[in-house]
């Protein structure tokens, strides 16, 4: 019977479970939702499992070898069975990998993807090696160092440059704890040697490889991927936008297209934010608080304590550019650090969670009730945004409906998003939200030959002259011609029925308008998704 004891991190953590329960009602996919709410339950069980099995050192020692042959063994797989196209990221670094992959057999089996791969790989490094560097057996120094050099070396082929870097500022954080003068020695050597390798590599074609990309194809920069992460937490503040469901809300809602575009925000606490909502990324700033105040007070030092805490470190610095971990399979890799550092806390000794703590969290939370009242009516239109955006969710991306089902969630949302703004009529995203619904009706009702209510609804859209649709033109365009290619392949139905008639109405009421330009760029974004459609061409042909 697997006994829980009382550590630090055991209240967040049990928060952060009921933030995914929360996530788990909210979403419109439960097949989604299920695979992530598996992998996190997967997650918390080894989390409880390493702080029970820390206490004998022959369960460590079991664990930590089999953790790093298991590393090198999928790194081993990862980069003789991966193919690198020469025109990847890192052309040097995609070169040297052809030419393994190409000399070795193929194997059956697929390799994991690149991102999945350094998500793994970065997390069990820095353990590898403060066990490589901390122990004291030449034979143990010789196994850990050889399984962490090989997962350095397939780290280094995945092109994670996020990985790379999070992992040398751990490093040179490191350095600077050791020694001021090996601190700056090993900085000049960093900087020499990644000098070199850019000069070799042709950094320059890369920063102006990066810098076209920006130019040409901006819908999946970090900058408009967080900043349309935020637009949807807004809309979703409270519970999130569900489990898994990033993908398909951010690519339908803010890209108007049925292809999956992103399958991460790019930014660990914005994911988890997104998807279990506000009490999940409370709880999992408090796991992080937790986690190094208790660390920096304990008393014992241990390799194990020193690589868990590196290999956190990592995983949190990495987190601000890219969400690794949580976007893949390897999501119950962040609990591994947490239950190894707390099963090495002392029973005993003093942890973060004491009378202080107890006190400084009441006092946040009776701030928190304080400033409610004075911005009740704004709280209130809030929450209604949030009830309304996960029926709008529903309505829109739940598969298996009928349009009537359909029709009957979206007007569920357009209840919601207008008593929101009964309360608020300042709630900018209950107003753009209302008018996506609204239109969104329009379409179903068009679909289903219910000519005069679908007027009516159209009707109530509150279309300006300002949209910010026309200084879109090129990127709404981009989305239609990618969404059209993945429907013709996947979703033929689903793009010539919904879509298509969807973005001619737009058009129409643009037209009516008298805002031609923009008119014009929805019908033929009508005309891409489904080219049979005559309406649409018949208007372009003016």
């Known amino acids: 019977m697997l006994v829980i004891e009382r550590k630090p991190l055991n209240p967040p953590i049990l928060l952060f479970c009921l933030s995914v329960l929360i996530g788990l009602l909210s979403s419109y996919s439960s097949s989604a939702s299920s695979a992530k709410l598996l992998l996190i339950a997967g997650g918390v069980f080894l989390y409880l499992l390493l702080v029970k099995g820390s206490t004998s050192k022959r369960f460590l020692k079991v664990f930590i070898a089999s953790s790093m042959l298991i590393g090198m063994a999928l790194s081993a797989y990862f980069v003789s069975q991966s193919e690198f196209e020469e025109r990847g990221k890192i052309p040097l670094i995609n070169r040297v990998g052809a030419s393994i992959s190409s000399s070795l057999p193929d194997l059956p089996f697929p390799p994991p993807h690149p991102e999945a791969m350094a998500g793994l790989l970065e997390a069990l490094i820095p353990l590898g090696l403060a066990l490589a560097l901390g122990n004291k057996g030449a034979l143990n120094k010789l196994v850990y160092g050889f399984c962490t050099a090989s997962m350095c070396f397939a780290l280094a082929m995945t092109s994670m440059r996020g990985s790379w870097l999070a ?176 099963g090495q806390i002392a029973r005993g000794e003093r942890q973060w969670g004491g009378g202080k703590a107890r006190f400084l969290l009441s006092l946040c939370v009776l701030t928190l009730i304080v400033a409610s009242f004075f911005n009740i009516r704004p709280l209130i239109s809030a929450f209604y945004t949030n009830a309304g955006s ?29 008593k929101a703004l009964e309360y608020d009529k300042q709630n900018t995203i209950a107003r753009e939200e209302l008018q996506n619904v609204r239109l969104l009706l329009g379409g179903i009702l068009i679909i289903t030959e219910d000519v005069e209510q679908a007027i009516a609804y159209l009707k109530r859209v509150d279309v300006k002259p300002s949209c910010e649709f026309e200084g879109r033109k090129e990127e709404i365009l981009e989305a239609a011609q990618a969404s059209y290619e993945f429907a013709r392949k996947f979703h033929p139905d689903f793009v010539r029925g919904r879509i298509s008639w969807l973005y001619y109405s737009i058009g129409h009421i643009f037209e009516e308008s008298e805002e031609y330009e923009v008119a014009r760029c929805w019908y033929t974004l009508a005309l891409l998704t489904n080219p049979n459609n005559e309406d649409a061409a018949t208007k372009l042909s003016r």
């Not at 490093?171 to 020694?179: E, R, V």
């Not at 506000?278 to 796991?287: Q, T």
């Not at 298996?400 to 029709?407: I, K, M, N, Y």
Request: charged fraction near 15%; hydrophobic fraction near 50%; proline fraction near 2%.
């Open 167 to 342: 992992l040398a500022s751990c490093a040179i954080l490191w350095l600077f704890g050791k020694s001021k003068k090996t601190f700056l020695g090993c900085t000049f050597l960093f900087l020499t040697t990644l000098l070199f390798l850019g000069v070799y590599v042709g950094v320059g074609e890369l920063l102006s490889k990066a810098i076209a990309a920006l130019k040409t194809a901006p819908v999946l920069n970090r900058a408009n991927l967080w900043r349309g992460a935020w637009y949807l937490i807004k809309g979703h503040l409270f519970t999130g936008i569900g489990l898994g469901c990033f993908s398909k809300v951010y690519s339908g809602r803010l890209l108007y297209t049925a292809s999956l575009f992103a399958v991460q925000p790019r930014n660990l606490y914005l994911h988890i934010w997104l998807e279990q909502g506000v009490l999940g990324i409370a709880s999992f700033a408090w796991i992080v608080i937790a986690f190094y105040t208790s660390l920096l007070r304990c008393k014992k030092r241990s390799n194990i304590l020193s690589g868990s805490f590196w290999s956190f470190t990592t995983i949190l610095l990495h987190g601000i550019v890219d969400s690794l971990q949580y976007s893949s399979w390897t999501l119950p890799v962040i609990f591994i650090p947490m239950g190894l550092a707390m």
């Open 390 to 418: 996960i029926y709008q969710a529903k309505g829109e991306f739940k598969q298996g409906l009928t349009e009537s089902d359909r029709g009957e969630y979206l007007r569920r949302a357009d209840a919601f998003f207008e």
